[in-house]
């Protein structure tokens, strides 16, 4: 099992104020799944996607990736397992404003070993025409490519967005889901996608919501529907 999920629990706050944000999770993801963790605001979806990737940490049970336990690493070697291994996409595009399109994806390519060859990423991204512009003269839509770019550009193991398409119009939701799905092809990265948009479930190998700090649904799509055809 490449991502196993065991138990994980979370709480915040003291005494009367504190909340349990998760209740004991427990998910096994496949390599090179498509996951989609659906469910309402306050469900515990961010949180536990923080927990996955090393952001936040759990009260109990644990995180093994590909066989390591997360829990088990030192900060040091969290860290370093976090540039490896872990892309990040989040609503917010966190784009460095004064370096170009082409040296914002190559930030994240120091941070790997063995990372994907930059130019090619361009075009796959539809950004290679861009690549000498700043930040601020894309659409919100190119922007976000770009931080798609920087995240898995690293040729991470786990690629986790926190609501990717939550800042953006309908036509560019789909195109970035789209382009997330053909990177999932292409690539091979093993995906995890926090989302409210009930949708977007139906493009995925496996589906998880959660409720209330629990799972309430956890299935394999028998059949996927492309980004493509996606309505909502």
Not at 106 to 112: D, I, N, T
Not at 135 to 147: D, E, F, I, K
Not at 154 to 176: F, R, V, W
């Amino acid at each position: 099992m490449f991502l196993e999920i065991s138990n994980i629990r979370k709480a915040f706050g003291e005494n009367e104020s504190r909340v349990e944000v998760l209740k004991g999770i427990d998910i096994q993801i496949e390599r090179g799944e498509f996951c989609v963790l659906l469910g309402p605001s306050g469900s515990g979806k961010s949180t536990l996607l923080n927990i996955i990737g090393g952001i936040d940490s759990a009260d109990s049970g644990y995180i093994s990736i590909n066989g390591e336990k997360t829990a088990d690493m030192s900060e040091k070697a969290l860290t370093q397992y976090r540039r490896k291994h872990l892309g990040y996409i989040f609503q917010m595009y966190n784009l460095i404003p004064n370096l170009n399109i082409k040296e914002n994806i190559e930030v994240g390519a120091y941070l790997s070993d063995n990372p994907l060859n930059v130019d090619d990423l361009l075009h796959t991204l539809g950004l290679y025409e861009h690549r000498h512009k700043l930040p601020n003269q894309l659409s919100g839509g190119q922007q976000q490519r770009t931080a798609i770019g920087r995240a898995i550009v690293k040729n991470p193991d786990i690629l986790l967005c926190d609501e990717p398409t939550g800042a953006l119009d309908y036509n560019t939701s789909k195109e970035i889901l789209k382009l997330i799905e053909e990177v999932n092809q292409k690539y091979g990265n093993t995906i995890v996608m926090v989302t409210h948009n009930d949708a977007i479930k139906n493009m995925a190998d496996r589906v998880i919501t959660l409720r209330d700090g629990i799972v309430r649904k956890n299935y394999v799509n028998e059949v996927k529907i492309a980004a493509t055809e996606l309505d909502w």
